[in-house]
């Protein structure tokens, strides 16, 4: 969901890389729906592993706890978003997940909009 809405907020002036360090087989079809919602189409898309490449491209690098299974290189600035796991719940449920994932990545587009040099 935060990879869909940076995608979506800031189009072009960011690249954006979407992975877990343990992904599902599939998007949860609820996410889906709930993203639809928001008129982001997640309907394509699939889990990706998280690599170390991945992580050693990045200049920001949003965690959702995933611990010590996430890469962690010197130099690299991350952010971990402590927040409710949307799997096994249903629509009703993940709305407010995704709310508070949208008000994080337009602070965080917000703040890299302002930084010297963007």
């Known amino acids: ?12 002036r ?23 919602e928001a008129g982001i189409d997640l309907s394509r898309e699939f889990p990706k592993v998280l690599t170390t490449e991945v992580v050693r491209t990045s200049d920001v690098v949003i965690t959702m706890g995933c611990g010590d299974a996430c890469p962690v290189l010197p130099g690299k600035r991350y952010l971990d978003w402590a927040l409710e796991d949307p ?9 407010p997940i995704r709310d508070e994932i949208e008000r994080r990545v337009r602070a965080l587009v917000a703040e890299l909009d302002a930084a010297p040099g963007t």
């Open 1 to 12: 969901m935060a990879a869909a809405f940076l995608t979506h907020l800031a189009g072009d």
């Open 87 to 95: 799997a096994g719940r249903g629509v009703e449920q993940i709305r």
């Open 14 to 36: 960011v690249e954006v890389r979407s992975a877990g360090s343990a992904p599902a087989d599939a998007v949860n079809p609820h996410v889906v729906s709930a993203m639809a």
